[in-house]
């Protein structure tokens, strides 16, 4: 039986993906996740996932960190990309990072029937708008994501808070945890990426940023 876990923070859409997906395969077996810790804690349940099929943009999932983090811990799971966003640098990123594919939410069921075939045969699908041969190998970038994938989810949402410019106190509330914390999360942040500055962090975090997702329902 095929199994596919969606990990989408969107039940409509998680919905219709099931739906376009159950009218193409059968037997087949689908589960659902809603943001990036829920779906770790299935993967760490060896439920013997054929495909993830990822949101970029769920919470905790802090633009490319959710997919750097899940590469990081399950690297032999095939991973593709659900995204609102048609973007060929992040197409770019993610294909970079080890995805098998990169589906927009406005694809039809036939293709996206299509995606997972290719990819269930190890092969990397991309829409017809991004032509494989554009997307460009980086392995500076690819090597930055490495040190990244060190990073605990609370010491990333610290990073973000940096790039976002706010100082440790205001971190600490938004995160509500003392200030303290807040300091022994950036001095491992600091260690980890190998940088001692935050000027470094913020170009680092930049790097890993997109764009915000589109409107709930128009995806």
Request: proline share 4%; net charge negative.
């Amino acid at each position: 039986m095929l199994r596919l876990l969606i990990a989408d923070d969107h039940p409509l859409y998680r919905d219709a993906l099931s739906s376009a997906l159950a009218s193409h395969f059968d037997p087949l077996e689908i589960i659902e996740a809603s943001d990036l810790t829920e779906t770790v804690s299935l993967l760490q349940q060896d439920l013997d996932i054929d495909l993830l099929l990822l949101d970029l943009h769920m919470p905790g999932s802090g633009d490319l960190f959710g997919l750097i983090h899940i590469r990081k811990l399950f690297a032999d799971l095939p991973v593709t990309v659900i995204s609102g966003i048609e973007d060929k640098n992040i197409v770019s990123k993610v294909i970079n990072l080890g995805a098998l594919g990169f589906i927009p939410k406005t694809t039809g069921a036939a293709q996206i029937a299509e995606a997972v075939n290719t990819m269930l045969e190890g092969d990397v699908w991309l829409p017809e708008s991004f032509a494989a041969s554009e997307v460009e190998l980086d392995s500076e970038f690819t090597e930055l994501a490495d040190k990244v994938s060190s990073l605990t989810p609370a010491q990333y949402k610290v990073l973000c808070y940096m790039r976002d410019g706010l100082l440790n106190k205001q971190i600490g509330y938004n995160l509500n945890i003392a200030t303290a914390t807040v300091k022994a999360h950036v001095t491992a942040i600091f260690k980890k990426l190998h940088i001692n500055n935050r000027t470094q962090a913020v170009l680092i975090a930049s790097q890993l940023e997109l764009a915000p997702p589109v409107t709930e329902l128009s995806t």
